[in-house]
């Protein structure tokens, strides 16, 4: 069994930055993949980035070169580092957990977090 919970988000302007953070419980968090997902309203949950137990890094080609996922395995917690942010980027951001290999659907996931709120005006 894994929880997790969201941290970091809030309102920023266009061209700004934030980190999100999501920290995990449980005692093997180092063998899970972990993902960030987001969802605007009226719209479907959608992939935004993943990071595999062994720390290979898969991004939407939305966020490509913008937005980093890194994890610190010690601190059971997953980052994700959002630059260059656009209002196109607004969205509930929610981490996810599975085992082993890295997914990019939702319902490939079995752990989730409440979500955090990242709005970004222009």
């Known amino acids: 069994q894994v929880q997790l919970v969201e941290s970091g988000g809030g309102l920023v302007q266009a061209g700004g930055a934030l980190r999100l953070s999501c920290a995990a419980s449980?005692?093997?968090?180092?063998?899970?993949?972990l993902g960030w997902f987001r969802q605007a309203p009226g719209k479907e949950r959608d992939f935004v980035a993943a990071?595999?137990?062994?720390?290979?890094?898969y991004y939407a080609d939305s966020v490509k070169g913008r937005f980093t996922i890194s994890r610190d395995n010690a601190k059971n917690t997953v980052y994700l580092q959002m630059n260059s942010l656009k209002p196109e980027d607004t969205a509930v951001y929610y981490c996810?957990?599975?085992?082993?290999?890295?997914?990019?659907?939702?319902?490939?996931?079995?752990?989730w977090g409440q979500g955090t709120q990242v709005t970004v005006s222009s």
């Open positions: 996810a957990a599975r085992m082993r290999l890295v997914r990019t659907t939702p319902n490939n996931y079995n752990y």
């Open positions: 449980g005692r093997t968090f180092d063998t899970y993949a």
């Open positions: 990071v595999s137990s062994n720390g290979d890094t």
